[in-house]
């Protein structure tokens, strides 16, 4: 299944690194255009696209890894109005550049205001508790395989990106919804950001 990514920084570049070493199709996107990623294409193989940010949010599966400030326009140069039938994972968290103060969500967690921009989408919040040097890494260790967290409101989709992330190595745990599950990825204030587990295989 193609896998879009809107956000070819660290995040973006570790994931894409982890998926196309699993054999999927990636579709990456920045905010400079296709050719600013030919060297990234070159460098990992024919099955990363270098895309516009509407190719890549023309796939099954997409994923956000935009900083919080830049996540309505880089929603909005995707050019979607309905994202039914997508998936799209959450890796952003709810502060960054340029002053890195943490953004007022109003009690809520930051993907249930992240599913407010893609309206039919099963959003699904994974990626964004580890550092893009670990998340970029072999996730099979000698001691086991590293965990990532998910959480989601649609049952169906996380079983989707579990098996996603299962397949490309890590051990996923489900956290359920996003009011619950999300709230303990959340950062900051959620107890699992930045925590590195492995679970024995
Ligand atoms: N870095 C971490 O330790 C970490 C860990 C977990 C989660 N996160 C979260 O992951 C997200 C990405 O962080 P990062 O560190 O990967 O950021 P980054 O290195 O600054 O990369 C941001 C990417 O977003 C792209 N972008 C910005 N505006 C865009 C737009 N309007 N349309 C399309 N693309 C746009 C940029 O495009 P250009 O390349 O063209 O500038 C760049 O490729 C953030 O929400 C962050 O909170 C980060």
Redesign the pocket.
Known sequence: MPIGI????????ALTRRLVAAGQQVWI????GPD?LQSLSRALGPTLIPAT?PDAAAQEIVIL????R??P??VK?ADVDDWSGRIVID???P???PDFKAADLGGRTSSEVVADLVPGASLVKA??????GV?GADPRTPAGRRVIFLSGNDAGANDRVARLIQHAGWAPIDLGALSSGGRLQQ?PGGPLPTLNLLRET
Not at 6 to 13: E, F, P, R, S, V
Not at 65 to 68: I, Q, T
Request: without cysteine; hydrophobic residues 45%; positive net charge.
């Open positions: 809107i956000g070819a920084g660290a995040i973006g570049q996107s920045n905010s400079r600013s940010v890894a935009v900083p919080w830049q996540l326009a880089a140069a890796t952003t968290n502060l960054g550049p990626f964004n508790t580890l550092t893009p998340l950062f």
